[in-house]
C-alpha cells in the first residue's frame, strides 16, 4: 500500500470516526491525498473533478425522482396502498405484517426512498399493529426491512448512481433486473412474518368482500400506474429514463393536486424545499466520490485490490462471497449512496474480471447495502423506524435479526442464481 493510500484511509478514517459527514470525510480526505502527490494542484483537481461528475445526463434523474417520491409520499398514495395491500392479504392470520410488507414494496417502488416509505407506512401501520397485539419492535423490525424492498423495485435513484459511476450500464436494464430480486426479497421477508404469526397464534383478518378489492384497487391504480409509465415509456423508446423522471414528476403532481387532491399549490414551495435538500446531499455526495475515484484510480487501487483477491482465490464463488462479506461489513457503518460511490470502481473491475455481468453486480451491491440500512450502528431505515415506532435500536435489534437473515438469504439467491437479476433484461433485449 503506497503512502498516499495510506494518507486517504487514515484520513478518511480518522474524520468518520468525529462523526464528520460522510461527503465532507471524502472531499477532505481527497484534498490530503492530492496535496501528497505534490505535481497535482490539489484545490484545482478536486473542483474539477467534482463538477464533472455531476456534470451528467443520467444524474438529471435523481433530482426529479427524488422530488415526485415527496409529492406521492405527501399526496395521499401511501394511504391508498394500504388499503389495496389490506384488501389482498389481510385477510391471513397476521394479515397486517404482510399488509405491511406489501405496502412498503408498492410505495418503496413508487416513491424510490426506503426512508420515505419507512416514515410514510411505519407512521400508519406500526401504531395499527401494536394495537392488534403484534410487538412494538416486531413492527419496527419488519417496516425497517420491508422499505429496502423498493430500492430494488424501479424506478430507484440509487440505481441511477450505480449505472454513472460504472460508466456503461444501461439505467433500463437495471430497473428491470431488480424486479424479480425485490419481489424474492419482499416474499422472504413475508415467510419470516408467516413464522413468527404462527408461533404467536395471530388472529386471522375478516376476508374482503370483492367489490371493496375492487374499491382499493381503483383508488391505488392511479399512482401504481406511475410504475407502468417509466418502464413502459423506457422500454417502448419513448423517452430516456432521465426524460422519464422528469414526466413522473408531472403524472405525481397532478394526481396528488387534482386526482387525489391531499395537496394544495400552496403546499408546493415547502416539497420543493423538501426535495432540494435531498438532492443536494446526493449530488455532493456523487462529486466528491468522483473526486476520490480519481484518487484511487490514478494509485491503481482497483487494480491491486483486484490482483489481491485472485491471490486468495481464482474461484469465482469465493471472490463474490469475499465482495460480500466485505460489503455486508462496510454497510454497517457507511450510507448506501456513498458505499455505490466508493465501492464500485474497485470491485467492478474484479467481478468483471471473473466474468460477472455488470448489470448483475449492481443488483447485488443494492441487495447487499439495503441490509445494512436495517442494521446498526448506521441504519438509517432502523433510525427512522425506531423514532417513529417510539423505541429503541437496542431493543429493535433482536427482533429484526430473523429479518436480517432472510435477507442475506436472498442475497445468497441473487449472487448465486443470476438469472434472477438478468432475465428480465434479456428477455426485452437489453
Known sequence: MSAEVLILLIVFAGLLFINTPIAVCIGLATVATIVTLGDVPAGFMVAQRMSAGIASFPLLAIPFFVLAGVLM????????????????????RGGLAYVNTVTCMLFGAVSGSAAAAVSSIGGFMIPQMVEKGYKREFAVALTTTSATTGLLIPPSNIMIVYAVVSGNVSVAALFLAGVIPGVLVGVSLMAVSFVVN?????????????????????????????????????????????????????????????????????????????????????????????????????????????????????????????????????????????????????????????????????????????????????????????????????????????????????????????????????????
Open 73 to 92: 409520499g405527501e399526496g395521499g398514495m401511501a394511504r391508498r396502498l394500504m388499503d389495496f395491500a389490506f384488501a389482498l392479504v389481510g385477510r391471513f
Open 198 to 430: 404462527r408461533r404467536a397464534n395471530m388472529a386471522k383478518g375478516d376476508a374482503v368482500p370483492v367489490d371493496l378489492v375492487w374499491k382499493a384497487l381503483w383508488g391505488a391504480a392511479p399512482g401504481l400506474f406511475l410504475i407502468v409509465v417509466v418502464l413502459g415509456g423506457i422500454l417502448g423508446g419513448i423517452f430516456s429514463a432521465t426524460e422519464a423522471s422528469a414526466i413522473s414528476v408531472a403524472y405525481a403532481a397532478a394526481l396528488s393536486l387534482f386526482i387525489y387532491r391531499e395537496l394544495k399549490i400552496t403546499d408546493l414551495p415547502r416539497i420543493l424545499l423538501k426535495a432540494a435538500k435531498t438532492t443536494s446531499v446526493v449530488m455532493f455526495l456523487v462529486g466528491a466520490s468522483q473526486a476520490m475515484s480519481w484518487v484511487l484510480a490514478y494509485e491503481n487501487v482497483p487494480q491491486a485490490v483486484s490482483a489481491a483477491m485472485l491471490t486468495l482465490s481464482d474461484n469465482p464463488l469465493v471472490i463474490m462471497l469475499l465482495i460480500n462479506v466485505l460489503l455486508l461489513i462496510v454497510g454497517t457503518f457507511m450510507d448506501m449512496t456513498p458505499a455505490v460511490l466508493i465501492f464500485t470502481p474497485i470491485f467492478l473491475p474484479v467481478v468483471t474480471g471473473i466474468g460477472v455481468d455488470p448489470v448483475h453486480f449492481g443488483i447485488i451491491l443494492i441487495a447487499n447495502l439495503c441490509i445494512g440500512l436495517c442494521t446498526p450502528p448506521v441504519g438509517t431505515c432502523l433510525f427512522v423506524g425506531c423514532s417513529i415506532g417510539n423505541t429503541t435500536i437496542a431493543k429493535t435489534t433482536i427482533p429484526a435479526i430473523p429479518f436480517f437473515l432472510a435477507m442475506t438469504v436472498s442475497l445468497l439467491l441473487i449472487t448465486y442464481i443470476p438469472g434472477l437479476s438478468l432475465w428480465l433484461p434479456r428477455w426485452f433485449g437489453l
